[in-house]
C-alpha cells in the first residue's frame, strides 16, 4: 500500500511550464536552422531535438518520478540506438 | 445446481499498475528502435545524396510542420494533466483533458491531409509519373522516406485516438480511477511517444534545407 502512496502528483503548473519551455525550443529551432549555419544546422538542429526529446520523457512520461531502473531501461535503448548510428556512419564515411 | 457452474471464483485483484507500467515501456522500446532503424536510412541517404535531400526538403511546407509540431506539444500537455487531475479524483476533468487531446489529436490529421493534398496536387506521391520521371534518385528517396515516415507516424496519431477512446470511456464508467490509473498513464505514454517521434521528424525534414 505504501508503494502507492508515494505515487507522485505532478501539479499542472509544472506541465505549462515544460510546454513552455518545449515551444520556446520548438521556435528556436526554426529561428536557428533559418540562419545560414553551413553543416552545423543538422547539428543545431538535433541539438534542440534531444533537449526537447529530454524534456518529454523526463517530465511528461514521468521518468523523474520512476524507479531507477526504468530510467536504465530507457537509457540503455537510447544507448543502443547510438551505437547503431556510430557503427553504420564508421562504416560509410570511411569507405572508399 | 447451475448456480454452482457459474459460481463467481472471486479473483484475486490482478491490477499491477507497476507491470502495466514496465509493458508499456517494453512496447514503447521496439516502437523507438523501428523509427529509429528509419531514421538511420534518412541519415545515410542524407549522408550519400546532401544536395538532393536539400532542394526536396525545400517542397516542405516549414508552417504546418511547425503548426503541427506545435499543436502536438499542446496535446502531449493536455492528457499529461489529465493524470494529473485522475490521481486529484477530478473525474470530469480528467475526461475534459483527454478530449482535448483527442480533438488537437484529429487536428493534427486534418492538417496532415491538407498537407498531403497539397503533395499529390503538385504530382508527387510514391511512384507517381512526375517523381519517377523528374526527380533525382535522391529526391525520389527523400519524398518516399517523407511518405513512409510521416504516414507511419499518422498511423501512430490514430492508434493513439483509439486508445484515448477506450481511456474517455475506462474513465467515464470508474473503471480507470485514481486507485487504478495505468489505462490512462499508458495512453498517455503512448501519446507521449507519437509526440517524441514527431519532434524529431519535424526539423529533420521541414526545417534542415
Known amino acids: 500500500m505504501s508503494e502507492d502512496k508515494h505515487h507522485h502528483i505532478v501539479p499542472y503548473r509544472l506541465y505549462v511550464i515544460v510546454l513552455l519551455a518545449l515551444l520556446a525550443l520548438t521556435f528556436g529551432s526554426i529561428g536557428i536552422t533559418s540562419i545560414e549555419l ?10 534542440f531535438a534531444v533537449v526537447k526529446s529530454a524534456l518529454v520523457l523526463t517530465y511528461f512520461m514521468h521518468l523523474k518520478y520512476d524507479k531507477p531502473y526504468i530510467k536504465l531501461m530507457v537509457a540503455f535503448v537510447f544507448a543502443i540506438f547510438v551505437v547503431v548510428i556510430v557503427i553504420t556512419f564508421l562504416d560509410y564515411l570511411y569507405r572508399v | ?64 510542420g511547425a503548426f503541427n509540431t506545435v499543436i502536438l506539444l499542446v496535446s ?13 479524483g477530478h473525474k470530469k476533468v480528467a475526461i ?17 491531409y491538407f498537407e498531403w493534398g497539397v503533395k499529390f496536387s503538385h504530382g508527387i506521391w510514391p511512384g507517381s509519373e512526375q517523381m519517377l520521371n523528374e526527380m533525382s534518385q ?24 483509439i486508445i484515448m477512446g477506450f481511456a474517455i470511456k475506462g474513465v ?18 503512448y501519446w507521449h511517444l507519437v509526440d517524441l517521434i514527431w519532434i524529431f521528424l519535424f526539423p529533420l525534414f521541414y526545417l534542415i534545407h
Not at chain 2, 1 to 30: C, N, R
Not at chain 2, 76 to 88: D, E, G, P
Not at chain 2, 98 to 106: A, H, Y
Open chain 2, 96 to 112: 475534459a483533458l483527454v478530449v482535448i487531446t483527442f480533438i488537437i489529436g484529429i487536428g493534427f490529421l486534418v492538417n496532415k
Open chain 1, 38 to 47: 553551413g553543416e552545423f544546422t543538422v547539428a543545431a538542429a538535433l541539438l
Open chain 2, 1 to 64: 445446481m447451475a448456480e454452482h457452474q457459474h459460481a463467481h471464483v472471486e479473483h484475486p485483484d490482478m491490477y499491477d499498475p507497476e507491470s502495466s507500467k514496465i509493458g508499456m515501456w517494453l512496447f514503447i522500446f521496439t516502437e523507438l528502435l523501428l523509427f529509429g532503424g528509419l531514421f538511420i536510412v534518412y541519415s545515410v541517404y542524407r549522408y550519400l545524396n546532401p544536395d538532393a535531400f536539400h532542394l526536396a526538403a525545400e517542397e516542405l511546407n516549414t508552417f504546418i
Open chain 2, 172 to 189: 467515464a464508467n470508474g473503471k480507470v480511477n485514481a486507485k487504478r490509473p495505468s489505462l490512462l498513464d499508458n495512453c498517455g505514454l
Open chain 2, 138 to 161: 535522391g529526391e525520389i528517396l527523400f519524398f518516399g522516406l517523407y511518405f513512409v515516415m510521416t504516414g507511419l507516424h499518422a498511423l501512430h496519431i490514430i492508434v493513439g485516438l
Open chain 2, 76 to 88: 502531449s500537455m493536455t492528457i499529461a494533466m489529465s493524470t494529473t487531475a485522475l490521481q486529484k
